[in-house]
């Protein structure tokens, strides 16, 4: 495929974008760099963004992407959660400050990628007419993983994060999703930033 023919591709999916597409990209960019902040506002601003997205991924997809529109419903349950448990404190303390994981942390994140990443291939493979079942677990199962660690505030999530991001481009590109495509380009580049800023973070809480 030319550079041309790439871009006549991406021009005309822009044009064709919907209304949901372009809300839900702008609720999520909104919500990473709220993460990226360590602001609260990361969870209402990404509830917006994940419950459009799960309606594109079902709806509009041909064949529907559906472990990435399971997984955004996983996101609004996270981000329930998530924006519940940021809410907590005691005597003023946030009960998840930014942290490291610890080694059962890291070992539960990693059995929770590795199982997920099995059963939504297997589902994939079997009862879907889904034709990018390995991406589309890998995409699903590392995101799963990310949201559970963000949602205890570790550092952790960012790698995960930039895992799932490096998958979700091509992925999203091949499908035909341009404006999603360019947003998962924007979120690899937050996710980034926001390791290392929170790595910043970390290191005045730990002398406290």
Not at 27 to 46: D, R
Request: charged share 10%; glycine share 4%; with cysteine.
């Amino acid at each position: 495929m030319s550079v041309q023919s790439i871009w006549q591709q991406f021009y005309q999916n822009v044009v064709e974008t919907k209304w949901q597409e372009w809300v839900s990209t702008l609720a999520q960019v909104l919500s990473v760099w709220y993460a990226k902040k360590n602001k609260i506002w990361v969870y209402p601003t990404g509830i917006i963004g994940v419950l459009l997205a799960a309606y594109v991924y079902y709806f509009m997809a041909s064949p529907p992407l559906y472990a990435d529109g399971l997984l955004n419903v996983y996101y609004f349950v996270m981000s329930v959660y998530g924006w519940y448990a940021w809410n907590q404190k005691s005597n003023h303390v946030h009960t998840y400050p930014i942290s490291w994981c610890n080694k059962k942390e890291i070992r539960m994140g990693i059995l929770l990628f590795i199982m997920g990443w099995l059963i939504l291939f297997i589902l994939l493979s079997k009862i879907t007419d889904s034709n990018t079942p390995i991406l589309d677990a890998l995409v699903s199962a590392s995101a799963v993983t990310s949201m559970w660690w963000m949602a205890k505030r570790k550092i952790e999530n960012w790698i995960a994060w930039i895992f799932s991001n490096l998958v979700a481009i091509p992925l999203n590109f091949y499908k035909g999703f341009m404006l999603f495509t360019l947003m998962y380009i924007l979120f690899l580049l937050l996710a980034v930033s926001g390791y290392q800023e929170w790595k910043k973070q970390i290191k005045p809480m730990q002398v406290k």
